[in-house]
């Protein structure tokens, strides 16, 4: 029996039978040519390869006479195409509302233009002549290059970061936002990045963790933080930003990528194919949320999270505070701060005490995340708990009497115009209308303006170490990644950083390589090793970046906590440098 006779004589046999065997093989026989070499690349990820060289192959046929004859026959099948999907889509878009059969006009026309080189050149091959295959490379001009177009579903500070490094590479990504159609109880805008509880990433200082990460991050060009530091604002040591300025320096900079493809719906599933990366934070959507228990097979971990009042600043009298940061740090003078004496301490708390909260719901239990209490908790824990936390006077003493206080409170600029001041550390559950009469109470706010209310939302997370590995990948399925507060960590720059980390290391996937692992010695790293390799049965808690969780190879003797902490900064911003180093290198292939 002639074999080519017979497949020929299937329309687009060529194409269409090898597919149909490769289906049927691959459907109950999915190991059988997993046998390493050239044909396990070829069956696995191979396929770029094979159409490469079968273009070759049609070149080696044409002649550059032939040229402007397959250019005009191309030309003519590439208007053809496109212009019918076009009308296609605007009868679409006229009379069916922009979708017809749940495909979006894009869809239709995106489906109707593209061009599929396998059956096109297997038909040709039949039927036509060299220059009509030579027709297909100008044909398939609006099919753009073989990339991978990777989806990122949420784009916060994890999404975005995630999206923008592997854009930067050369990777087409689809990053779905939900804002403005569907909105969150704490979100306020559609804009990426927005932060929504305080606008402080926390201490700058390299000897602090948290400062730490932020270098790494610089290190590996950080979008977040990069557009941190424009947005910045006067904090002390710390390193807070005008949240409007940055959210809006965030969203241009992805708007401004071209191979990032925004697209402002809510995803209800998990993306059924190609790589794909959940970066939906604490305020998942509730559809999301039951997929993703789906999927993982358990339910949500969740604690109950608030954010801390925000005040105009025209109403407060500043006559009865003074500018101080607290021991002189940053500018000096970076903070306004209201002094309270020993009586009007007591009376503040006993009306905090007393004053009505939010309930929970009757099903769920009061949990918290101990670096965000609600002012009202931590006030439940004892009289002197508030001075030695949010309220406490020490390095705060008041130049005007060159007195200590005995309790203070702390506004910080929330925007570069000043026209708005956060009380630092106040996250409240408290109703509004007891926000207004006790919050009034502190000296200097009694007639305070509130720009936005303190408010308590419920944040989820899934249980990390049970499914992703070091690189936040599903174990089970490698396709699939998590970034940012659903991981597991707790705070803004921990959330971008996990974004970072899940995009370079998607990037090193694409470009042919086995990921190389963030070390463990680095701040970053630890990230990584707090969210796969704790015990699955154990609690799993979230946490922010801290010393304790960064692997010291050391063990030195040196007892000097400073001394030691230097140590590991260096050791930490070295490996990050080396690693980066590391994955800089020339890819060996790239996959589609």
């Given at each position: 029996?002639?074999?080519?006779?017979?497949?020929?004589?299937?329309?687009?046999?060529?194409?269409?039978?090898?597919?149909?065997?490769?289906?049927?093989?691959?459907?109950?026989?999915?190991?059988?040519?997993?046998?390493?070499?050239?044909?396990?690349?070829?069956?696995?990820?191979?396929?770029?390869?094979?159409?490469?060289?079968?273009?070759?192959?049609?070149?080696?046929?044409?002649?550059?006479?032939?040229?402007?004859?397959?250019?005009?026959?191309?030309?003519?099948?590439?208007?053809?195409?496109?212009?019918?999907?076009?009308?296609?889509?605007?009868?679409?878009?006229?009379?069916?509302?922009?979708?017809?059969l749940g495909l979006s006009t894009l869809a239709v026309m995106v489906?109707?233009?593209?061009?599929?080189?396998?059956?096109?050149?297997?038909?040709?091959?039949?039927?036509?002549?060299?220059?009509?295959?030579?027709?297909?490379?100008?044909?398939?001009?609006?099919?753009?290059?073989?990339?991978?177009?990777?989806?990122?579903?949420?784009?916060?500070?994890?999404?975005?970061?995630?999206?923008?490094?592997?854009?930067?590479?050369?990777?087409?990504?689809?990053?779905?936002?939900?804002?403005?159609?569907?909105?969150?109880?704490?979100?306020?805008?559609d804009r990426c990045a927005e932060l929504v509880c305080s606008n402080s990433f926390r201490s700058d200082n390299p000897r602090n963790?948290?400062?730490?990460?932020?270098?790494?991050?610089?290190?590996?060009?950080?979008?977040?933080?990069?557009?941190?530091?424009?947005?910045?604002?006067?904090?002390?040591?710390?390193?807070?930003?005008?949240?409007?300025?940055?959210?809006?320096?965030?969203?241009?900079?992805?708007?401004?990528?071209?191979?990032?493809?925004?697209?402002?719906?809510?995803?209800?599933?998990?993306?059924?194919?190609?790589?794909?990366?959940?970066?939906?934070?604490?305020?998942?959507?509730?559809?999301?949320?039951?997929?993703?228990?789906?999927?993982?097979?358990?339910?949500?971990?969740?604690?109950?999270?608030?954010?801390?009042?925000?005040?105009?600043?025209?109403?407060?009298?500043?006559?009865?505070?003074?500018?101080?940061?607290?021991?002189?740090?940053?500018?000096?003078?970076?903070?306004?701060?209201?002094?309270?004496?020993?009586?009007?301490?007591?009376?503040?708390?006993?009306?905090?005490?007393?004053?009505?909260?939010?309930?929970?719901?009757?099903?769920?239990?009061?949990?918290?995340?101990?670096?965000?209490?609600?002012?009202?908790?931590?006030?439940?824990?004892?009289?002197?708990?508030?001075?030695?936390?949010?309220?406490?006077?020490?390095?705060?003493?008041?130049?005007?009497?060159?007195?200590?206080?005995?309790?203070?409170?702390?506004?910080?600029?929330?925007?570069?115009?000043?026209?708005?001041?956060?009380?630092?550390?106040?996250?409240?559950?408290?109703?509004?209308?007891?926000?207004?009469?006790?919050?009034?109470?502190?000296?200097?706010?009694?007639?305070?303006?509130?720009?936005?209310?303190?408010?308590?939302?419920?944040?989820?997370?899934?249980?990390?170490?049970?499914?992703?590995?070091?690189?936040?990948?599903?174990?089970?399925?490698?396709?699939?990644?998590?970034?940012?507060?659903?991981?597991?960590?707790?705070?803004?720059?921990?959330?971008?950083?996990?974004?970072?980390?899940?995009?370079?290391?998607?990037?090193?996937?694409?470009?042919?390589?086995?990921?190389?692992?963030?070390?463990?010695?680095?701040?970053?790293?630890?990230?990584?090793?707090?969210?796969?390799?704790?015990?699955?049965?154990?609690?799993?808690?979230?946490?922010?970046?801290?010393?304790?969780?960064?692997?010291?190879?050391?063990?030195?003797?040196?007892?000097?906590?400073?001394?030691?902490?230097?140590?590991?900064?260096?050791?930490?911003?070295?490996?990050?440098?080396?690693?980066?180093?590391?994955?800089?290198?020339?890819?060996?292939?790239?996959?589609?």
């Amino acid at each position: 029996m002639n074999i080519l006779k017979t497949v020929n004589r299937v329309p687009g046999g060529m194409m269409v039978v090898p597919l149909f065997l490769g289906m049927v093989l691959n459907t109950f026989f999915p190991n059988l040519l997993r046998i390493g070499g050239f044909t396990q690349a070829l069956t696995g990820v191979g396929y770029p390869t094979v159409l490469g060289m079968y273009l070759f192959t049609v070149g080696t046929k044409m002649t550059f006479r032939a040229a402007p004859r397959m250019l005009l026959r191309g030309g003519a099948i590439l208007m053809a195409k496109v212009g019918t999907a076009t009308l296609f889509a605007l009868a679409v878009a006229h009379y069916f509302d922009g979708s017809v059969l749940g495909l979006s006009t894009l869809a239709v026309m995106v489906a109707m233009s593209d061009t599929n080189g396998g059956m096109f050149l297997a038909l040709t091959s039949v039927m036509g002549d060299k220059e009509d295959s030579g027709t297909y490379v100008v044909q398939s001009i609006e099919t753009g290059p073989f990339l991978t177009m990777l989806i990122f579903v949420g784009a916060g500070l994890a999404g975005s970061e995630c999206a923008w490094q592997l854009a930067r590479r050369g990777h087409r990504v689809r990053l779905h936002e939900m804002r403005p159609t569907v909105t969150t109880s704490a979100h306020q805008t559609d804009r990426c990045a927005e932060l929504v509880c305080s606008n402080s990433f926390r201490s700058d200082n390299p000897r602090n963790a948290v400062g730490l990460i932020k270098r790494e991050m610089e290190a590996l060009d950080s979008l977040v933080i990069r557009c941190a530091r424009q947005a910045a604002v006067p904090a002390g040591d710390a390193l807070a930003m005008d949240r409007h300025v940055f959210a809006g320096l965030v969203t241009e900079a992805i708007a401004a990528q071209p191979e990032i493809e925004l697209v402002r719906e809510e995803v209800t599933a998990i993306p059924a194919e190609g790589f794909a990366v959940i970066a939906t934070g604490p305020l998942t959507s509730p559809a999301l949320d039951r997929a993703i228990g789906g999927l993982l097979g358990t339910e949500d971990l969740y604690f109950y999270d608030s954010m801390a009042p925000i005040l105009e600043a025209s109403s407060l009298d500043l006559s009865k505070m003074y500018a101080l940061s607290r021991y002189g740090k940053g500018e000096g003078a970076d903070y306004w701060n209201c002094p309270l004496s020993r009586e009007e301490y007591e009376r503040f708390l006993d009306a905090l005490l007393a004053g009505e909260t939010v309930p929970i719901k009757d099903f769920e239990k009061g949990v918290y995340f101990e670096g965000c209490l609600p002012i009202e908790v931590m006030a439940q824990r004892g009289r002197e708990t508030l001075r030695h936390g949010p309220m406490k006077p020490m390095g705060l003493t008041d130049p005007r009497t060159g007195r200590r206080p005995w309790a203070v409170v702390q506004l910080r600029q929330d925007d570069l115009a000043k026209e708005h001041y956060n009380i630092v550390g106040f996250q409240t559950k408290l109703k509004i209308p007891e926000q207004q009469r006790i919050f009034r109470m502190i000296p200097g706010l009694e007639n305070a303006a509130f720009a936005r209310y303190g408010m308590l939302h419920r944040n989820t997370y899934i249980h990390a170490p049970a499914h992703l590995d070091r690189f936040f990948r599903m174990r089970r399925e490698p396709r699939l990644y998590f970034a940012g507060q659903i991981t597991g960590v707790e705070g803004y720059v921990e959330s971008a950083a996990t974004g970072l980390a899940v995009g370079l290391a998607i990037a090193q996937v694409l470009e042919g390589r086995e990921p190389v692992p963030i070390p463990y010695t680095t701040a970053i790293g630890s990230l990584a090793r707090h969210c796969s390799e704790r015990p699955p049965s154990e609690k799993f808690e979230p946490m922010n970046v801290t010393f304790g969780l960064i692997e010291d190879t050391s063990h030195s003797p040196v007892r000097d906590k400073q001394v030691r902490r230097q140590k590991m900064v260096d050791r930490a911003l070295s490996a990050i440098a080396e690693w980066k180093e590391q994955i800089s290198a020339a890819p060996a292939a790239v996959l589609s």
